[in-house]
């Protein structure tokens, strides 16, 4: 179900294992916010009742291929390793996702069993009754597909852009996001819990640091176009299958679908834990690792190349802007109760 754009694989310069630590920054803002969630709304006498087991099934949900997904995972047991019960952790990502690579890091002392499980999390991955906790953490915003029978001439993304292309996106995002939540109400067992970590955009604000980044990317094509690398048109076609929701875009999909309770809804800011600004130049080698794919498979993998390298020195333009957003709150963070 929809398009599939991993995370690059492999152990080179590139790669994701080697380039996400940012999203590592991310999950460790909320770390001990999810095991006092665990410890607050997880009635594990009564879940593994009713599940007819003592195994808590956890299933992290877009891990990509290590190391955060292991340190995500060892956070949500660690409140309940005092309890008599077993755990068996499921790692999806998308099919073509390395899970070689994957399984060969995991931690050899870990205290569950585990197992991979691939598929669109759009979609239904597991059977009726069966997850007592789900984990999302930095994918919800990368959408099915782009919103489609649109032509977004004055950029690659949906922030700040025309209100017909933000419509666009938003109600694909309504959609995938829809499709998600009803998933896991069929998969999760009442009473179990959901978390969910994501950029997110403040009310009252058109931009992240995220969408100023494609800002840079939409700068570098329409460059590679007046050096006639590739033709205008394509970037005119072009529409990034990401989507930066508001607070409110998610409390409302969440209402509608009707099967969970929002315990907590907020925004964080993981650059708290960083010292002064970001550095633009680690940022844009690490959003290479997770964005390369997705530009290669419209442009072909030589533009993409030059794309990003031709974003490398604007660095400290997208410095400028990083640092002009770095008090912004603009990661959500939500936890969710199983009716």
């Avoid at 790669?15 to 460790?28: E, F, G, H, I, T």
């Avoid at 949900?61 to 499921?90: D, H, M, R, W, Y």
């Avoid at 930095?138 to 209100?163: D, M, T, V, Y």
């Avoid at 048109?233 to 990034?240: G, K, P």
């Amino acid at each position: 179900m929809g398009e599939s754009f991993p995370m690059k694989s492999g152990g080179d310069a590139h790669s994701y294992s080697k380039n996400s630590l940012y999203q590592k920054l991310a999950s460790d803002t909320v770390k001990e916010m999810i095991q006092e969630a665990v410890v607050e709304y997880l009635d594990t006498d009564k879940v593994t009742s009713s599940m007819g087991s003592s195994t808590v099934a956890i299933a992290d949900l877009g891990c990509s291929i290590g190391p955060n997904t292991f340190l995500a995972v060892q956070n949500l047991i660690q409140p309940l390793q005092t309890k008599n019960l077993e755990f068996q952790v499921f790692f999806n990502d998308h099919l073509s996702n390395d899970f070689n690579t994957l399984l060969t890091s995991l931690p050899p002392e870990r205290p569950y069993h585990a197992a991979a499980v691939g598929g669109s999390f759009y979609g239904r991955l597991f059977p009726r009754n069966s997850l007592t906790i789900a984990y999302s953490s930095q994918s919800l915003h990368w959408l099915s597909k782009p919103p489609q029978g649109i032509r977004n001439e004055a950029g690659i993304h949906g922030s700040g852009a025309p209100e017909p292309v933000a419509r666009a996106y938003s109600a694909q995002f309504e959609t995938d996001f829809g499709s998600f939540l009803a998933a896991r109400a069929e998969e999760i067992v009442s009473g179990g819990l959901m978390f969910l970590v994501m950029p997110a955009t403040p009310d009252g604000l058109s931009q992240t640091e995220l969408s100023a980044l494609f800002d840079f990317y939409g700068y570098s094509l329409m460059d590679l176009a007046d050096k006639g690398v590739v033709e205008k048109s394509r970037i005119d076609e072009f529409n990034l299958p990401i989507h930066i929701p508001r607070l409110g875009e998610m409390r409302e999909v969440i209402e509608k679908n009707g099967c969970f309770s929002i315990e907590r809804m907020e925004l964080t800011n993981p650059k708290s834990k960083v010292a002064g600004p970001l550095d633009a130049t680690n940022v844009i080698t690490h959003m290479r690792s997770a964005m390369e794919g997705v530009f290669a498979a419209h442009f072909g993998a030589s533009v993409a190349g030059q794309m990003f390298d031709n974003v490398v020195p604007m660095a400290p333009r997208v410095a400028d802007c990083f640092k002009a957003l770095h008090d912004i709150s603009n990661q959500l963070f939500a936890v969710l109760t199983r009716k």
